[in-house]
């Protein structure tokens, strides 16, 4: 009875973390089950080697909407949630959207020009343009869909809502039109079209739902939100720059098959590591407003365990998930997987001490310099295990090791300067 009090305390007294985080995981776990369901569909129509330029053409993509974001989703939901826990005026809201919305329209003019000086001047992107064009078109949904907006009132039912419905919407498209390796433009247009109208429908949620004005600012208003959120972008480019590059470095240097294998292998670790990385998210708002370093070192040695329990479930099953998502073609995949499913251990905890650490104690050039330090090891390590023995084994275990360098850093930087012996860590 005495555990069955504590339970139905916790739950009531964290409300509002317990729905962010079965909204921001079992919906996207959901999600994610679609996209697997239709793996088959798309390694067995696209190709192995179709379909790894369809990822190798997502992966440009992910890098472009990571400099529209520019960093804006951390500092802004911490105002958000400010803004909340003090009243929640629309007034204010709109201050903080607004800024957001005219800086992100401006950096989109900008990328965009970048993206057409690459599409001309690359050749493989230029022989394959329409797959990175359509693909391009995405970072628009940047610009409408304010994730950030739905994390600091705590609403992430919503997102997970929309992203849910998207790929409801995408699946008949799907198995309808897609025949062959021609088609791989084809299906990067459904996920556009889908990500679009789910970014239409979220602004327009914001703006009349939430009755928040959101109109275009003097350039002047945007400043201080960019000077804020600049050590953000850095770090955000750069994990980006590490994620995304290992597939560009795969696909550059052992081609496009091996983008495939290093995708099933990655797809096989995202539904674990959604689940416990939006934990890490669900509990930013309350942490950042109030905590004590005694309750951010229990969430950290919890998440390690459940880091731990990961690694040896993907170890257990990996091997048939791998024969029936690639229809057997693809069994390189396995031992990649067991190899990728360290970086949920490593990734939770280094986000553990980013939202639970850093952020909450104003180290943010901590934030910066962790990154820093996980994409030059993982760069660094890749590029030697491509030249020394081109595999996607290296690629893999150069992402896993600097997941395991991150967490050194952190947590050194944590034991110098003393950031869990304060009395907050606020």
Sequence with gaps: MAIYGYIKRLFRNNGKVVENYVFMTVLQVLNMCFYLIVY????????????GTYVFAWSVTCIFMAAVNFGFDMPCAKH??????????????????AAVQTAKILL????TLVFVVLLLTVPFMRDNRLVFAVGFAQTLSCILFPQWYFQGVQRMRVVTFIQLAGKLLTLPFIFLLLHTPDDVWLFMLINTVASLL??????????????????????????PYCVEATPFFLTNVMAIAKEQGVVLLTGSFLGMADVAVYDLANKIVTVPR???????????????????PRQVRRIMYAEALLGLAVVALVAAVGKWLVLWLGHGQLPMAYPVSVILSTTVLFWLLGTAFIDFVFIPAN?????????????????AAVFVWLFLRPSVYGVAAG????????????????????????????
């Design 108 to 111: 989109e003019a900008l990328v």
């Design 363 to 379: 180290r943010r050039y901590l934030v910066t310099a962790n990154q820093v330090v996980a994409l030059v090891t993982c760069l």
């Design 80 to 97: 958000i949630a400010r803004i909340v826990a003090e009243g929640g005026s629309r007034e204010r809201l709109g201050e903080v959207l």
């Design 399 to 426: 992402l896993a090791l600097s997941g395991m360098c991150e967490v050194v850093f952190c947590a050194v930087v944590t034991y110098k300067e003393r950031l869990l012996q304060l009395k907050k860590v606020c």
């Design 274 to 292: 959604i689940m416990l990385l939006k934990l890490n998210e669900a509990l930013f708002p309350k942490i950042v407003v109030s905590s004590t």
């Design 198 to 223: 789910g970014a239409v429908a979220a602004w327009l949620l914001v703006r009349f739902k939430d009755g928040v004005p959101m109109p275009l600012v003097p350039v002047r208003a945007v400043v």
């Design 40 to 51: 088959p569909v798309l390694i067995s129509r696209l190709g192995d080697t179709g379909f």
